[in-house]
C-alpha cells in the first residue's frame, strides 16, 4: 500500500507536464490499487473466522422411544442417524446455517462400539458429497474405556494394550483416513481433531511423544485441539496435572494448536464468579464473557489460539433434575451469545456451535417441533454478517 501512495505523489508531480502520461499513470494506480483492495479482500476471506458445530450420529429409533421423555422434539421426528436421507438433511440444513464444518463424534476403533463407529463411518461417507468439511471429536473416556474425571493412558485397554497405545492406533487410524481426502477439516495441509476432557489427561506425556514420533517417520501430522477450557483457573489447564502452571502450558502448545471449552455450563452457580444476577441467561452470559477473557489470554502467551464457545441455550433439566438452571433453546440467546465475541473476532478464529444435534442437554439449533427453522436462519444472519465484515 506505501508503494500505491509513493506512484500517486509522483503522478501528480508529472501531471501538469504531460497530461497523456498524467491519465495513463492514474489510470495504471487506480488499477493497481483496486487490485490491491480486491486481493486483500480475497486473503481476508479465506482466513475469515471459520464456524464449526458438534454433530451426533448415535440416534436410532429405539433410543429416541426409550429416551422420549428427556430429548427435544426434532423437526424430523424420531429419526436414525445411519439414515442416509437424515444426514443429507442434516449437511443441508448446517449449510443454510453458515456453517462451514461439523465436528462429529467419535469413538475410535474401540471394538465394543461397533455401532456408533457404523454410524460415524456411514456420515462420513454421506458428508463427502457435500461442500462442508468434517472433523472428528475424539470421545476421549468412550474411546479408551476410561472415567471422563481421570483419564488415565497407562491403564489397560485390554489384556495387551494400554489406553495411551490405543490413542496412538486411533490417531494414525484417522491420519490415514483423512490425510488424502478434501472432506476433512484441515490446517496447514494437517487433518484437524479435537481431544475431548483433554483436560483431565493422565500420564500422556509418553504416549504423545511416541505418537509424534510415529507422525514423523511416516511424513504424516496432524493438528490437534484440546478441550480445556472450563471453570477451572486458567493457570492449571491441566486439571489432574502436577506440573507447575508455565510446564502444562509449554505441553499444550507443544502439542495442540488451539483450546477450547467443549459445553460452557455448570449446575454449580458459585463456579461461575458471577454475583447478584436473578437471571440465570444473564449470569451465564457475563460468566462465559469473563472466562473467556483469561483462557484466551492464557493460550495466547504461549502462541495458541483460543476457539470460541458459542451455544442456542443448555437444558438437560428432564435428563438430570428439575432443580438445575437451564436457559432454554432460543434465539435471543444464541444471539446475545454471538454477540459476545462479535467484535472480538479475527483473521483464523473459529467458532464453534455446542451444538448442531445434542438434544439431551437441549443445545440443538437442528430444527424442531417447537422453533421450526428459526435457529438455522439466525445463524445464518450472523455468519452473512461475519462475511460482510471481512470479505470486503
Known amino acids: 500500500m506505501p508503494r500505491v501512495i509513493n506512484w500517486l505523489i509522483l503522478i501528480f ?8 502520461l498524467f491519465t495513463a499513470l492514474v489510470i495504471g494506480a487506480a488499477s493497481i490499487l483496486i487490485g490491491y483492495k480486491h486481493s486483500n479482500a480475497i486473503k481476508n476471506c479465506l482466513n475469515r473466522p471459520q464456524v464449526g458445530s458438534y454433530y451426533y450420529p448415535w440416534y436410532t429409533i429405539d433410543r429416541w422411544k426409550r429416551d422420549e421423555n428427556v430429548l427435544g422434539k426434532p423437526y424430523l421426528g424420531f429419526y436414525d442417524s445411519n439414515n442416509e436421507k437424515v444426514i443429507d438433511q442434516h449437511l443441508r440444513w448446517a449449510n443454510q446455517a453458515g456453517i462451514d464444518y461439523l465436528i462429529y463424534s467419535w469413538l475410535g476403533t474401540n471394538p465394543k462400539k461397533t455401532s ?29 474405556n476410561q472415567s471422563p474425571e481421570n483419564i488415565d493412558f497407562d491403564q489397560e485397554f485390554s489384556s495387551n494394550e494400554k489406553a495411551g497405545d490405543r490413542f496412538i492406533k486411533d ?9 488424502d481426502s478434501e472432506g476433512f477439516l484441515k490446517i496447514n495441509q494437517c487433518p484437524r481433531i479435537s481431544i ?132 432454554p433453546q432460543s434465539t435471543e440467546f444464541l444471539l446475545r451469545d454471538w454477540q459476545r465475541i462479535f467484535n472480538s473476532l479475527d483473521i483464523g478464529d473459529h467458532v464453534l456451535i455446542t451444538s448442531f444435534n445434542e438434544w439431551y442437554e437441549g443445545t440443538a439449533i437442528e430444527p424442531s417441533k417447537k422453533n421450526g427453522l428459526e435457529l438455522i436462519k439466525k445463524n445464518k444472519d450472523i455468519t452473512n454478517r461475519i462475511k460482510d465484515k471481512f470479505c470486503k
Open 116 to 144: 456408533e463407529r457404523q454410524k460415524s463411518e456411514t456420515f462420513i461417507k454421506q458428508a463427502q458429497n457435500s461442500n462442508l468439511k468434517i472433523m472428528p471429536l475424539y470421545e476421549t473416556p468412550l474411546a479408551l
Open 196 to 327: 475431548y476432557l483433554a483436560r483431565n489427561l493422565v500420564n500422556s506425556e509418553t504416549y504423545f511423544k511416541r505418537l509424534k514420533q510415529k507422525l514423523a517417520n511416516t511424513g504424516r501430522c496432524l493438528d490437534l485441539t484440546a478441550d480445556v477450557a472450563f471453570w477451572g483457573s486458567s493457570n492449571k489447564p491441566l486439571a489432574r496435572s502436577v506440573l507447575s502452571s508455565n510446564s502444562q502450558w509449554k505441553w499444550l502448545s507443544e502439542n495442540f494448536s488451539a483450546v477450547y471449552g467443549y459445553n460452557m455450563y455448570s449446575s454449580d452457580l458459585n463456579a461461575y464468579g458471577i454475583d447478584n444476577e436473578p437471571s440465570f441467561d444473564n449470569l451465564f452470559i457475563k460468566a462465559k464473557k469473563e472466562n473467556q477473557r483469561f483462557w484466551k489470554q492464557s493460550s495466547n502467551s504461549v502462541g495458541m489460539k483460543y476457539q470460541y464457545s458459542i451455544q442456542p441455550g443448555y437444558d438437560d433439566r428432564a435428563l438430570r433434575g428439575m432443580n438445575r438452571p437451564a436457559t
Open 13 to 20: 508531480s508529472l501531471g501538469k507536464k504531460r497530461s497523456f
Open 171 to 179: 490417531m494414525l487410524y484417522f491420519v490415514e483416513l483423512a490425510t
